[in-house]
């Protein structure tokens, strides 16, 4: 029997990321070959416009497993009954910008998407914010979200996973898709921990192989780090078809499974690690079925344990920072 469809929003549907998203989405790349879905797509009233060009493509497609679409630029009717939210709507930054410095633009959209949620979404609705800065618009949309549980939301965090699985790839000689339990530690930000420790590649430490600490702290971790703002130098825009792809990653295996692999995300702290509880912060987890399962119990060695507290200090200063949209 045909499965029924699954209703997912995506948000900023007629910007750049969406372009490279939506399309995936519907032929499949998402939730596999025989799943159709219903396409929920919100942007503001001046791109109705066009995202009705983006429909008209889509439309021009031919997609087997689009059983519907909807265009809107009300927050409520884009989540109406959804069972998946990619949060992709916001202003992205230019050059010479941190991503913090979005945070006076953008956070305000996630206190009105994070209530039209709570109103409007099924009650074990998965979201993905991508919009930056992502870990701290997560944390807005959850809280402003209080009938949803906080497992609902995650963070974009593997955008930064998969930059660091290529380069170390490259680094060690290896293929990028043997590369298990490497973690992006906190937030999606220069400040961000990407920890090779206990990656390894055929059951080889990635560490031992590249043996080179200097490389590790001086190269790969700032690389990583400063690589949006790499890539918006040279496009001179921000990236899109790699968000696009890290979306698709972070929600197949979220809602579809990781099949026993570690993979890093950004979801609300448990208090895990010291975290405090709420807090968006990347960690690596296993999932399936919509379920993570949290990696605990991870030795910090005195640098991991600065580099966590870098990133997880400047998360506790955004979580100020937005305190009063939350009053
Ligand atoms: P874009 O400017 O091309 O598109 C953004 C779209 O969002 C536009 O169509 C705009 O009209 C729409 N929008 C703005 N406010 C909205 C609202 N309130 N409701 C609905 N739609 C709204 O930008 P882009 O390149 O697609 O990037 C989108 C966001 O994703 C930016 O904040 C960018 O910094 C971020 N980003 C995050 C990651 C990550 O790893 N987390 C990676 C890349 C980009
Ligand atoms: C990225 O990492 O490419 C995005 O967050 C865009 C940006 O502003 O760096």
Redesign the pocket.
Same mark, same amino acid.
């Not at 007629?14 to 969406?18: K, M, P, R, S, Y």
């Not at 992709?88 to 930054?93: E, L, M, N, S, W």
């Given at each position: 029997m045909a499965k029924s469809p699954v209703r997912i929003a995506v948000?900023?549907a @007629?910007?750049?990321?969406?372009y490279a998203l939506i399309f995936r989405i519907a032929s499949g790349a998402l939730l596999g070959p025989d799943q159709p879905v219903i396409l929920h797509l919100?942007?503001?009233p001046q791109?109705q416009g066009a995202l009705g060009g983006v429909m008209m493509e889509l439309e021009d497609c031919a997609f087997p497993l689009l059983a519907g679409m909807v265009a809107t630029d009300d927050p409520k009717t884009a989540f109406k009954d959804i069972d998946i939210g990619f949060l992709?709507? @916001?202003?992205?930054?230019g050059k010479g910008m941190e991503?913090k410095d979005?945070l006076g633009a953008?956070a305000e959209?996630f206190t009105v998407q994070g209530r039209a949620l709570n109103d409007a979404a099924k009650r074990d609705v998965r979201v993905l914010v991508?919009?930056?800065p992502?870990n701290t618009n997560a944390y807005i949309a959850m809280k402003s979200a209080p009938d949803l549980s906080p497992d609902c939301f995650s963070a974009?965090i593997r955008?930064d996973h998969n930059r660091a699985a290529s380069m170390l790839a490259a680094k060690a000689g290896v293929n990028v898709g043997d590369i298990e339990k490497l973690i992006i530690w906190g937030n999606?930000s220069p400040t961000m921990y990407p920890d090779w420790r206990f990656a390894e590649a055929g059951g080889r430490k990635l560490a031992e192989l590249v043996g080179d600490e200097a490389w590790n702290r001086e190269t790969f971790i700032p690389t990583i780090g400063k690589r949006?703002a790499a890539v918006i130098e040279a496009r001179g825009?921000?990236? @899109?078809a790699s968000?696009a792809n890290?979306a698709i990653d972070q929600v197949r295996d979220w809602v579809v499974g990781s099949n026993g692999r570690w993979v890093s995300m950004a979801v609300a702290s448990d208090g895990g690690y010291g975290v405090p509880e709420g807090i968006m912060f990347g960690v690596p987890v296993t999932a399936s079925g919509g379920k993570v399962t949290r990696i605990r119990d991870l030795a910090l060695d005195e640098f991991a344990r600065s580099r966590f507290e870098i990133t997880l200090n400047e998360l506790k200063e955004e979580r100020a920072a937005i305190a009063h949209l939350l009053k």
């Open positions: 948000t900023g @007629a910007g750049q990321i969406a919100l942007d503001l791109m992709v709507g @916001a202003r992205p930054r991503r979005l953008n959209i991508v919009g930056n992502a974009m955008l999606h949006g825009a921000s990236s @899109a968000a890290a």
